[in-house]
């Protein structure tokens, strides 16, 4: 995408380390010059790609059929400042038919918690930089919506519960997290051990049932107790009480041949056991700690591939997040 009408100013594979690396990169995408935009009546959207952790094909380009279903005649293009996506280090891929890692290559050898110390380290870049996540006191500093699809959602949520990320006292570049105000995230990966044991055999084929068991252990290594602690439903109670986040969409389709809806279903149980509030169940625009679950169509990529349920859930979220 060379070029939008809506985005007219767009800026790709802009480093966000120092030196700068190859997949640590963003993209950004501006409906207007930021100037233009007012903090207290817009906010930024951060987008982070799935792919397993390891696929070189999924890039911070997947945001761009959702983008194109944002035109001058939609009405929250308007309450959009920017849309960031982010690249971050994959994991080992030797067998992909068309680019397999090499071990020589540290971009695609990552194992967790790199994946997620990139998206924070993009995140800090973006807040030096244009302020995202500060204060809006005094109308300084944007709110921003996280968007993730499969194992972005993922990252989202390690992000915020601390998984694998340094203490705050370390003095590292990345502990200047910027909180979102909601999430939107897309046939997410929440419980890992959950999601391999949905892939043995017999319910699954061999050949399916290894490639599973080679992407966790590619990502996260062979022990069982790493899966579980870098499963976001294990740690339900930070968030809860992590700063500026005041709801949570858990989306998924049913026709989703790769991730299950039990992922959500997990995801949901183990926020409302730690006090979060389901939408059906009172809601209140006002209520900290609301999630709802939305059904989507497709497949897996289809999701993201044809992009207008992501735009339509990015539009209902927006208004809600500048109200509060």
Known sequence: MASSAAFPIIRLAIP???????????????????????????????????????????TAQCIEPTL????????????IAAIASINYRLSPYPTHPTDP?????????????????DVKEAL??????????????????????????????TLL?????????????????????????????????????????????????PEFAAIYKDIIQGAFGKEKSAWEDASPSYHPPVFLHSMGLTSVMLAHSPYDELVEKEQDEAM?????????TAVEENYSQSQRGLVECRNLSGSHDFVWEEGSQVA???SEVIPRVIMQ
């Open 16 to 58: 966000y380390t120092s030196p700068p690396s190859r997949l640590r990169t963003l993209s950004l995408y501006f409906p207007r010059p930021l100037e233009e935009s007012d903090p207290a009546n817009t906010v930024w959207v951060i987008y982070i790609h799935g792919g397993a952790w390891r696929d070189p094909l999924q």
């Open 68 to 79: 194109a279903h944002f035109t001058n005649r939609v009405p929250s293009l308007n309450k």
């Open 101 to 117: 890692s090499s071990k020589d290559d540290e971009e695609r050898n990552a194992k967790h918690p790199d994946h997620v110390r």
């Open 124 to 153: 800090a870049w973006l807040r030096r930089e244009y302020g995202v996540g500060q204060s809006n006191r005094g109308g300084k500093g944007f709110k921003w919506i996280g968007v993730g699809h499969s194992c972005g959602a």
């Open 157 to 205: 949520l390690q992000l915020i519960a601390g998984v694998g990320l340094p203490p705050k006292d370390e003095g590292s570049t990345t502990t200047a997290l910027a909180h979102p105000s909601a999430l939107i995230l897309l046939a997410g990966i929440y419980n890992i051990p959950l999601l391999l044991e949905n892939h043995q055999q017999p319910s699954s084929s």
């Open 268 to 276: 949901l149980r183990s926020l409302k056991s730690s006090g979060w």
């Open 312 to 314: 339509e859930l990015i």
